[in-house]
């Protein structure tokens, strides 16, 4: 019997000692995933003119009704145009400007940009801290008339410095949407 109670003893002392560890004392920091509902992206022609406002809003953010996409009218022929974009969680009140994480992070992330058809250039992205592409800004070049799509992806701790491309890119994909756009 002595032994039973010198045994349950020592294992209850030794649940007691494990479970006070140094790791109580430097908690792990955490950097929670910031939930996006909307991209926002505003062309405006480097000649003057109308700016065109891309959108995708996900009002329920990761729930089950699908992004509404919106774009505000055309994009001019052979024309280029200064472009931004931003970020913002509209389940929050007030509204959250994720962008201001996306830049306060910014070595973290980069935004990837998939063109075709009549959109035949995007380029000069505005860097992070170290230098290689974030994306926030860019210009983008228009072909002729016709028709096109740009895909506008926030890629979460991509490789870097990387050729632009998704699959180059790596990390993880934070928020994306295509929108299909005229040229006339």
Known sequence: MKTIKLLSMLAFAGIVLA????DDNDPEEVNEEETITTMTVTLTP????????????DSDGDGPIEPEITVS???V???TYSGSVT???????????ITEEV??????????YVYTGAIIDVYN????????????SFDLDTGDAGYGTLQVVLRHEPTKPNDGTLSG????????????????
């Open 169 to 184: 890119a790596g990390g993880s994909t934070d928020f994306t949407a295509t929108f299909s756009v005229t040229v006339e």
């Open 125 to 136: 992205l505005d860097t992070d801290d170290d230098g290689n592409d974030l994306g926030l």
């Open 77 to 79: 022929a052979n024309a």
């Open 87 to 97: 970020f913002s969680n509209v389940t929050e009140d007030p509204v959250e400007d």
């Open 46 to 57: 480097d000649d003057g003119g109308t700016a065109i406002t891309l959108k995708s809003e």
């Open 73 to 75: 009218g055309n994009l």
């Open 103 to 112: 830049e306060g992070e910014n070595t973290e992330h980069q935004l990837v």
């Open 19 to 22: 479970s006070c560890s140094d």
